[in-house]
């Protein structure tokens, strides 16, 4: 029998601490938002959402975006619900909307070993895009994995290397629709 249930994932809950406000983290959408509406309000272009994490703040930056857009995602993950990355990339939906000759935003949740991020900016760069930028929610202090993405272009907020859920950031799968940031305590890292 698995050892994460629904009563052990409220223990996890429980036993958490608040790392980021939900008001800290709506003002850091609006900062976000208002940096991409100043640098691409003329640019057309295409919101792409990195499922799953990226799902929360897609909608928070995208909603507060007043200029002609479209929206897509794609889903490529290396985690599952894995603490740790393997090192294939699973691509398990590919974009709709054609990026040659256009800007792609890529949104995500958070921005760690930046192999993920990298692989899906290669995509679009293979694709044609003209620009390809990232924005995160977080920015974790952690170190990159070799070939991974340095630095987003759009980053919502620092945070330090804990392993952290809430907001689009799951824990085995659960607590993405926590309405803030909260670090796993230690006893907690299975």
Known sequence: MSKITPTFIK????ASRVIVPQQTLEASFE?????ITQNHIKD?????CVM???LFITSEIVKRLRFPLQVDYIHASRYGNEYTGANMLNWVKTPNINPQGRTVILFDDILDGGLTLAEVK?????RGALNVLT???LDKKA???KGGLIKADYAGLEVENEFLFG???DYHGYMRNVPEIRAVDTKHMI
């Not at 900062?31 to 940096?35: I, L, M, Q, R």
């Not at 057309?44 to 792409?48: G, K, L, R, S, W």
Request: avoid cysteine; glycine fraction near 10%.
């Open 31 to 35: 900062k976000v938002a208002t940096e």
């Open 52 to 54: 799953n994490g990226g």
């Open 167 to 169: 907001f689009g950031l």
């Open 11 to 14: 223990e996890v809950f429980d």
């Open 135 to 137: 924005a995160v929610m």
């Open 122 to 126: 290669r995509y679009y760069e293979d």
């Open 143 to 145: 170190p990159r994995d």
């Open 44 to 48: 057309n272009p295409i919101a792409v």
